[in-house]
Structures are given as C-alpha cells and as structure tokens.
C-alpha cells in the first residue's frame, strides 16, 4: 500500500524512533506540498537522527515555503546541538542557493570548532557562487584539515572567481591524487594559459582518474 499523509504523520508523530524514521523516509514518496510540512515537523524531532534525515530532504523540498525554510535552516545552523545535523542544515542552504545567509554561514565558519560543519559550509558556499565567498574560501583552502581544505579547491572552481586561479595550481603537484583530481576539476573551470599548462601536465598524470578528468577539459 502507498504511503499517504496520514499514514506517513503517524508514523513520524510515533513514540517509536524506527517508525519515525521509516515515516521520514517514505515522506519522499508523497507529493511535495503534502511532504513538506511532514519534514518540517521532523525537522524538530528529539531524536538527531530524525532530525538530520528530516533536514537533509529540505534542499528539493524547501520551495514550497521558502521563507519558512530559510528560517529553520538558520535556527538548525546555529541551535542545533549535533554537528551533522547542522551540517546538513549548511548542505540544505547551499543546494537551496540561498544567497541571503552567506552571512549566516560565515559566522558558522568562524566560530565553530567541527570539521564537519566546517567542511558543509565550504562546499555550500561553492553551490551558493556568491562572490562574497571567497575570502573565506581562501582562508579554508589554508586549513590544516584536509577535507576542508580540498572542499574549497572545489569550491573555488565552482565560484569562477579568477583570483582563484594562482591559488589553485600549486596543487597540481600535491601527492595525493584526490588533491590533484579535485583540483583538475575546479581548473578546469577556468581559462588561461596558465590552467592549460596545468592541465596538459594533469592529462599526463598517474593516476587515470586525474588524467581522463584532464582529458575531458583539454581534449587529445
């Protein structure tokens, strides 16, 4: 039997924590306009995993009340006492490309301490292309922590900015190739003589996923 929207209240408003998740997850199987205020009513569950599944299907349903969405996601970044659901808050602004809380995500940056939050705020600011981003793209790219840093070689690339350009090639030649296929992708972004030196050398590189990623920017 297909799930409804009685079916589906009952099961997230249950004192049972695995029918509160099965409910969020067949909330996907409803209408948009009947979902929505399912997951938004999930979104303030006890329970974190709750919450985080609920918050992670806000950035395909979050249209439906955009203002209303935008509100929760803030007060979830800010409030919220577990770092991955306030992660998934920063991924849910990002996909949503709420430009108005580039503020909101910056001061998240600033003044948290989790590398996960850290590492959604970066990659959000990239889905977001807001100019605004990049000084504090720079200052990611400078992280001593990895993911965070290699997040932001992505997402320079996806901002376009070409002050990213010098910044970004020095990493052509970091040893990990995750590093050199992540910045293959954001130079390929770009173009000048100096991306298309880097990327003929990328085309050569060990690694065939760095190498075919080249190849799709600079064609034999």
């Known amino acids: 039997m297909n799930p409804t ?4 209240q009952q099961l997230i408003e249950s004192s049972n924590l695995g029918e509160r998740l099965r409910g969020v997850n067949q909330a996907r199987e409803l209408d948009p306009a009947s979902s929505y205020p399912l997951i938004v009513q999930a979104c303030k569950d006890d329970n974190s995993r709750v919450r985080y599944a609920a918050v992670s299907q806000l950035d395909t349903l979050g249209n439906q009340d955009r ?3 935008v509100g929760l996601l803030r007060d979830i970044l800010f409030n919220d006492p577990e770092p991955d659901v306030q992660s998934a808050a920063a991924d849910a602004l990002g996909g949503l490309k709420v430009t108005e809380a580039f503020t909101d995500l910056q001061s998240a940056y600033d003044t948290t301490d989790e590398w996960l939050l850290k590492f959604s705020i970066v990659a959000a600011l990239g889905e977001l292309g807001d100019p605004r981003g ?24 996806e901002l376009g900015d070409p002050r990213a350009v010098p910044l970004l090639l020095p990493y052509v030649q970091a040893d990990d190739w995750q590093v050199r296929h992540r910045v293959t992708q954001a130079l390929g972004q770009f173009d000048t003589p100096e991306v ?6 990328l085309r050569q590189d060990t690694s065939s996923a760095v190498a075919d990623t080249a190849k799709r920017y600079i064609p034999e």
């Open 67 to 69: 203002p209303q969405t």
């Open 196 to 201: 298309t030196t880097a990327l003929e050398r």
């Open 134 to 157: 990049f000084d504090l793209l720079v200052k990611a790219l400078e992280s001593d922590i990895t993911l965070v840093s290699t997040a932001a070689i992505g997402a320079l690339g």
């Open 5 to 8: 929207s009685e079916s589906v």
